[in-house]
């Protein structure tokens, strides 16, 4: 059985720090492109950023280039999303997912999904 668990949410003022993580067990990181999106309430899903199972080609949306990075550590089998430099605009709860091939956008696509993990940022 598949679990992606998240960690790392809470409340921190704008332009502050949070680290978020993801522990996968029941799959291999480093066999799967791993995820993070994100949802604000009343919109939909948002794709935030991908890192392939080879650990290049990680991908983010511009909105977050020079904020946030995703990085994995396959010894621990747990992907991270480091944001720096927060804005209120990104509060939203942020969920972690994975596929074996697709990393893309498009958040059907993505086979496994954590239960999500609430990041606030207050101005």
């Known amino acids: 059985q598949v679990q992606l668990v998240e960690s790392g949410g809470g409340l921190v003022q704008a332009g502050g720090s949070l680290r978020l993580s993801c522990a996968a067990s029941?799959?291999?990181?480093?066999?799967?492109?791993m995820a993070w999106f994100r949802q604000a309430p009343g919109k939909e899903r948002e794709f935030v950023a991908a890192i392939h199972w080879s650990g290049g080609n990680a991908r983010l949306i511009d909105t977050v280039k020079g904020r946030f990075t995703i990085a994995r550590e396959n010894t621990k089998n747990t992907v991270y999303l480091q944001m720096n430099s927060l804005k209120p605009e990104d509060t939203a709860v942020y969920y972690c997912?994975?596929?074996?091939?697709?990393?893309?956008?498009?958040?059907?696509?993505?086979?496994?999904w954590g239960q999500g993990t609430q990041v606030t940022v207050s101005s």
């Open positions: 997912a994975a596929d074996q091939y697709y990393s893309g956008k498009r958040y059907p696509e993505y086979d496994y």
């Open positions: 029941g799959l291999t990181i480093s066999r799967h492109v």
